[in-house]
């Protein structure tokens, strides 16, 4: 018998004193404040909570050890410091996703009761136990600092907010997540819900010759095991290619150690996971596919039997590159590499499913409610409107929960059973599960004239896309269309290859394969400099795009601000020592000739509540904070009225929440319908209103693909454009980075700082440390710490220069931030090591520790 207290009361704990207090907790108590976010491996820092006065990991901590001890979780903190730092963390934009947040209260409550008065220098190395993907850790440390001061009775300016298109308006729901008082999938329990867990494949490439699942199904207080047998519907699915199968039956073979053979439901999560592991599978071993390059060549094992390991080539050729070449007073070239990274989002992949209706309800964390749907009902074999997807706003996505993963396993299980069950994968499940970035190989030549122009580009570029197709073919697609960079380039001769491999699939990821060739071409930039005595900030702004100039797909641009981005950063940049610089510009919407569009419902429920439904997932980025402040300027509507919900049963079906363009679309819906709302309300008041619906809708259908044989391609609706700086200290390290980024009109002055904070931190930790190198099919390590994720401590002063050059198409002349803010990033940080030690870097990660 353990006594402890607990949240203020006293407790006594009579279980098994070597569970963990994470899972007692969340398992035992419900008490979901305290996060799990790596599995108990000690890394993430969500978990934590008060023992004793100190910051400890609840994941680390056995109850044995918890005999008198006062232990305190989110619940327990007093009620001036929870009140005071839930509202600074909103009001100071700390808080995206929020999968991190209380944790990162928590470790803020421990040095409150040790060093009431901190540095910032302090108040960051407090923090670092503890991972935030979303932030860059700036806002973060505001918040902490400005709780601090108001604990000690010092005066601090008010917060001045403003629902304004271009005010600093808090994030919706921030302060109750910053809490922990908003359920992740992950938090939710419903009344006899049963668990489920997935056997995964043991080898990346085999022949499956005998599933044996009759040790698991005796095992008490299991419900049930499935096989792909077990699927009535469809069990191929995919984004663009229906290659993936929902889980591998007998005499079909395996292509990465991700794929599920088969899955178990129990009473319990812990019984779940002991029958998948007495589940026997006879395998055919067979040698995987790993070499990208090898993968690609006519003679190698297909890793899909009877089709090409080249998923697609996409090429682009207009100009005379020969000539251009021939006559160049300058060429740099040579081989440049980026590496494999995960996504690193803190919410592991989780959903609940449950019959409803002759169909089922399903509590998705995906980024795209709509499709989620249409892919589990084919699963199924029912009509989408059999199945209502609720997405709920997740932990972070980052491109990383595109794809289907648990959604459809879940579902199947629920509708087959009739039964409601969660299932949540471990962190090293996910990291072998979810698709990563592209690795991406690229052979690349810049020409330029005498007088520094740039003349031509060459590029022969490889991605490896894994198992599985997933947006593979779209990255690559982008590494084509971003080649030239941020300038006008009237030649090229590119290519990229999309190349399945036996690897862990490769989809999308932020940035969606142009921080991968901007890191080549930018290096180019620097070396002709250096050949031809160029400045390096004149020859950027010399070639820089503007209105009019053309892409490397021949798109004609338009609401062009890059050469305001240089001018903002020019003089910092000439003044420092040692300093990287590189330029960036990233689409806005998926375009390539697919369409982006959006639709929205308006519902005046009562005159104190008005509900706005779209379609797009809410993963920190901001879309519900958006869709309020358009709706509140175009209609005058009291902001903190207005509630968003995003449920398929609305009916204003939405794609994948991707490419950044969340915002636009969604804007553009809104104010179409606005323009109703607006008339109605000229003559009536809101009240009079009540019970009424308004739809809007905003449809993008003129984009073609790049390479089209047209007068004039338009492959993107609208781009971001951007100017990186990064200046080193005298040791040769990061001290700080500059960000000028031309965002149209800045929606959210604060949520618009924190994407691109955010990004940059992502950003330094792909030029830097951050990797998941595979062998022979296997990822090197599935520890959360060894992907290199950048802590607190490590991270440099961070600059972000706001410019607003208005975009034809983007709502009040807005473009997308999402993505832009690490496009630049590494090339600028190469470049910058260059200065320090003369060596010209051509892969990344640039400081891996070993």
Known sequence: MIKLTLNGNEYIYQGDTDQ???SHLRNDLHIFTAKDGCSGQGTCGACTVEIDGKARLACKTPMSKLDGAVVNTIEGLPKDFKSIIGKSFAEKGAVQCGFCSPGMIMRSKALFNTNPKPSR????????????????YVKIVDAVEETFAKLRGENVASFQQSAAIGGRYPKYQAEETAL???????????????????????????????INTSKAAQLEGVERVFTGADIPGEQFQGLIFQDWPLMIKEGQVTNYIGDVVAGAVAKTEEIARRAVELIEIEYEVLTPVTDMHEAAKPNSAQVHSGRSNVLETCSIEFGDVEKAFAEAAYVSGGEYETQRIEHAFLETETAVAMPENGGLKLYTQGQGAYVDRKLVAKVLGLDEEKIVAVQVQNGGG??????????????????????????????????????????VWMDIKLACDKNGNFTAVRLDAIGDTGAYASVGTKVMERVVGHVTGGYTVPSVNIKAVTAYTNNIPCGAMRG??????????????????EQGGFDRWEIRFQNALEDGAKTATG??????????????????????????????????????????????????VDKQTVVVHHGWTEMGQGVHTMAIQTLHSETGIDPAIIQVKVETDAGVPTGMTTSSRATALVANAIIDASKHIKKDLEESSLEALVGRTYRGKYVCDWTCAPGAEVDDPKIHFAYGYATQVVILNDEGKVDKVIAAHDAGRIMNQTLFEGQIEGAVHMGLGYALTEDFPMKDGYPVSLKYNDLGVMRAKDMPQVEVIGVEENDPVGPYGAKGIGEIGLCPTAGAVANALYTFDGVRRKKLPMQRKK
Do not use: W
């Open 180 to 210: 922990g008082a908003r359920d992740f999938v992950d938090d939710m329990y419903f009344e006899g819900m049963m668990h489920a867990a997935l056997k995964f494949s043991d080898h990346p490439r085999a022949k499956i010759i005998k």
């Open 121 to 136: 220098d302090e108040i960051y190395k407090a923090i670092s136990p503890n991972i935030c993907r979303c932030t860059g």
């Open 555 to 604: 798109q004609k641009l338009y609401g062009v601000g890059l050469k305001k981005t240089l001018l903002a950063v020019k003089e910092q940049f000439q003044s420092a020592k040692y300093a990287g610089i590189a330029t960036g510009i990233k689409n806005t919407g998926v375009g390539n000739g697919m369409l982006d569009d959006s639709e929205v419902k308006i519902d005046i």
């Open 512 to 529: 969606f394969g142009v921080p991968q060739v901007i890191f080549a071409i930018e290096s180019c930039i620097d070396d002709i400099c």
């Open 398 to 439: 980052f491109g990383g929960k595109e794809d289907l993963t648990v959604q459809g396993h879940v579902s199947l299980y629920a509708y087959l059973l009739q039964k409601t069950v969660k299932l949540h994968l471990t962190r090293e499940e996910s990291l072998m599960m979810h698709p990563k970035r592209h690795p």
């Open 20 to 22: 963990s207090l994470l």
